[in-house]
């Protein structure tokens, strides 16, 4: 097997944790990372944040370790710590040398399993994550990725922000987040993940031991695929008088995807695809017009958002107030275009793209793991880089087209943010686009 195609090992434990690992025996390092599916989608309005509070709270001590040690006992390795949050999922992994993955995997299976949330502690970080939040409201990029959640999902917990409300932040107790934990940090939710040069049966053995004991869940559904949450497909905005240009953001739902497996990894690829074609590189079509051409935007790019079951196509744009119709006029009229035909040249292009990112992220132990994970929590199942690659060069023009059609038959949601950014013209410019 060539160097960067790591064949997946997977195993389910009783409880039904599952083991993943992918060995890449040329490398040095190898990353170890533990996966709930549990995020944002799982909270309701009163409890919007608490997940992304619960992954800042693990590392703050456990049975054993102070947050102090949990620190230094890492660093002492030379591995990097991190963790994060989204709509779905929940990561906690570290990347450090290849031998040392049994004291990563130790130190990793510490922090999930065994964090005791300390009193002294919480407070401290929840001020932490409201200035967080604090930063993200009154920054206008971050903000109108937030409103497009909302634009898209409305007021669905797919549409709360991931970070949750400050509100919320200062109110949530050391029993909250207990609770959480208990109902969502289940054997049935958890992947427990590897990748990279280890003794993959040794860590199969070790990871076993470690989460053997996790609890499996009484609820019924941590079992069952969750259901995507219904598309709205609104316009929303908001203003920001500091500062002088309008962040656009516009999206399009590409999901319900097929069922059978095959067909569902085909039709993600078919949309990544689209994205690549659309709105990835200097010659795309997007760039190449709105900036190379009529000088609309310096920043433009598209890009496939997705999770275990949504997915949405999204364009990304950066404008002045003056130049915010003409733009959108631009990007309806060259969405419509990939509808009717996929010049071939650019797919080509995007196939090549697309190609070279897969690889590329094979080629690390973090992005390997990650996108195993990602695929097993969308599927059930991992598929072989080779693999892969073949449906990416097999997928047709036609196939690229149909991804347009299908997202275009919606409305688009759109969020402004922005000088002169208002709820009338984000509506009017939305009509326009779905005209």
């Known amino acids: 097997m060539r160097p960067g195609l790591a064949a997946a090992v997977l195993r389910t434990l009783p409880n039904g944790v599952r083991l993943l690992a992918m060995p890449m025996p040329h490398l040095q390092s190898a990353s170890v990372g533990v996966f709930l599916r549990v995020g944002s989608r799982d909270e309701t309005a009163a409890s919007n944040g608490i997940s992304h509070v619960l992954e800042h709270m693990a590392f703050k001590g456990t049975h054993t370790r102070t947050v102090q040690a949990i620190n230094l006992d890492a660093e002492r390795l030379g591995a990097e710590v991190?963790?994060?949050?989204?709509?779905?999922?929940?990561?906690?992994f570290m990347t450090g040398l290849g031998r040392h993955t049994p004291a990563l995997l130790r130190m990793t299976a510490d922090i999930v399993l065994n964090s005791t949330y300390p009193e002294q502690e919480l407070q401290r970080e929840l001020d932490v994550i409201r200035q967080e939040a604090i930063e993200y409201d009154e920054d206008p990029e971050d903000s109108s990725s937030e409103l497009l959640d909302r634009a898209i999902w409305g007021e669905d917990p797919m549409g709360m922000p991931v970070i949750g409300t400050v509100a919320n932040i200062e109110g949530f107790t050391r029993q909250d987040l207990l609770g959480h934990v208990r109902q969502h940090y289940v054997a049935?939710?958890?992947?427990?993940?590897?990748?990279?040069?280890?003794?993959?049966?040794?860590?199969?053995?070790?990871?076993?031991?470690?989460?053997?004991?996790?609890p499996a869940s009484a609820d019924p559904s941590a079992w069952k695929p969750p259901l995507p949450a219904k598309y709205v497909g609104q316009a929303l905005a908001r203003r920001f008088t500091q500062v002088s240009q309008v962040f656009v953001n516009l999206a399009y739902p590409l999901m319900p995807a097929p069922a059978q497996e095959e067909a569902r990894l085909r039709w993600r690829l078919a949309a990544s695809l689209a994205a690549h074609v659309f709105g990835e590189g200097m010659s795309s079509p997007l760039v190449d017009t709105v900036r190379e051409q009529l000088g609309l935007a310096y920043t433009a790019y598209a890009t496939m958002e997705s999770g275990d079951c949504w997915a949405n196509f999204i364009v990304h744009a950066v404008t002045t107030p003056d130049k915010l119709d003409a733009l959108l006029e631009a990007t309806g009229r060259l969405l419509r275009a990939q509808a009717e035909a996929i010049d071939p040249v650019q797919l080509e292009r995007a196939r090549n793209q697309l190609t070279v990112s897969r690889v590329r992220a094979a080629e690390r132990s973090y992005a390997t793991m990650e996108q195993a994970v990602e695929e097993l929590f969308a599927s059930g199942a991992v598929t072989p880089m080779a693999r892969t690659l073949a449906l990416i060069e097999d997928i047709g023009a036609e196939e690229v087209r149909e991804v347009f059609v299908r997202m275009l038959a919606h409305p688009p949601a759109l969020a402004m943010t922005g000088k002169g950014a208002s709820a009338k013209a984000a509506r009017r410019l939305a009509a326009s686009l779905a005209a």
């Open 188 to 214: 049935g939710k958890t992947i427990v993940a590897a990748a990279g040069h280890f003794d993959v049966e040794a860590w199969m053995a070790q990871a076993a031991e470690l989460f053997a004991g996790m």
């Open 82 to 92: 991190n963790a994060f949050t989204g709509k779905d999922t929940t990561g906690y």
